[in-house]
């Protein structure tokens, strides 16, 4: 999917993109996680029934972990992929 946020009428918090974008991937909104770097998209992502994912890049984990999101990280390797590969937001162990 090739969505743009100017292709809608409102823009996040409102989940109208990424419903599109799970639709036309075929795939059913709680099936789905979005990454997000800020408040507005994490908000967007809970208001679609979808999982959120916080990536932190400006000290502001607390505030998207106040959005509601499902899992913050400063970085995607802070991510289990065999949690993800398993349907499932994650912090991955330390090795």
């Given amino acids: 999917a090739n969505l743009s946020g100017g292709d809608f009428e ?6 109208d993109i990424f419903l599109t974008a799970a639709e036309e ?11 997000e ?5 994490v908000q967007a992502a809970k208001a679609g ?4 994912l916080g990536l932190a890049r400006a000290d502001d984990e607390e505030l998207l972990a106040g959005a509601n ?3 913050v990280v400063t970085s995607l ?9 398993e349907g499932r937001l994650e ?3 330390i090795r």
């Fill in 37 to 41: 770097d800020a408040v507005n998209g």
């Fill in 10 to 15: 409102q823009g996040k918090p409102h989940p």
């Fill in 69 to 71: 999101a499902d899992l």
């Fill in 25 to 35: 991937l075929g795939v059913p909104p709680g099936e789905c996680f979005v990454v």
């Fill in 77 to 85: 390797d802070d991510v289990s992929l065999d949690a993800l590969a």
């Fill in 91 to 93: 912090r991955a162990s």
């Fill in 49 to 52: 029934n979808m999982a959120a």
